[in-house]
């Protein structure tokens, strides 16, 4: 009987191993999940953000636009608000750029963009950052059907049209 509990009781510890093993598999996958659910909302939330700022940005060029007599060309230095260090409101100046700007004033290029990089240069000058949010790259992409830029990451994303400026969310879940 001796060897009969030996065996019982190694059967039981190999049990109780491979349900140790089973739940901590199981408690990594749901932080693991719960991360990835929390970071799709982060950017989610940043793409949405970002697309106001975008649109406020073309709007001050189009006000600027409208003030300096329609230009071709409008050279400017936008402001970007920012956060310091201890979480406060920071303006920042962006580095000055050549706009070319359509003939309804609204943006539709940097006059020293690569040859059709004219959305992702928009999107570097007029917010001041790389396309890419946490990591993962903005698809920057021309609009179909109408003149325009599409800025996606995923399913979330705006499109900003050059007939009229506007600025359009998109996706969401």
Known sequence: MSQQSEADAQILRLFRFGLTIGLMLLLI???ASQYQSQRRQAQSAAMSALSSR??????????LWLS??????LYARLSIAG????GGLQMQAAPEASYVM???????GVSDQA???????LWRSLLAMAPEIDGDEVQVTPLRL???CEFRLGGDGFNYRFTDGMVTVVGGE
């Open 29 to 31: 996958w749901g932080i």
């Open 54 to 63: 975008f649109a406020e940005q073309a709007a001050q060029l189009h006000g």
């Open 68 to 73: 300096q007599n329609r230009p071709p060309r």
């Open 83 to 86: 956060l310091d260090g201890d």
């Open 102 to 108: 359509n003939r309804h004033g609204w943006p539709v």
């Open 115 to 121: 040859a059709g990089d004219g959305c992702g240069q």
């Open 146 to 148: 109408a003149p325009g």
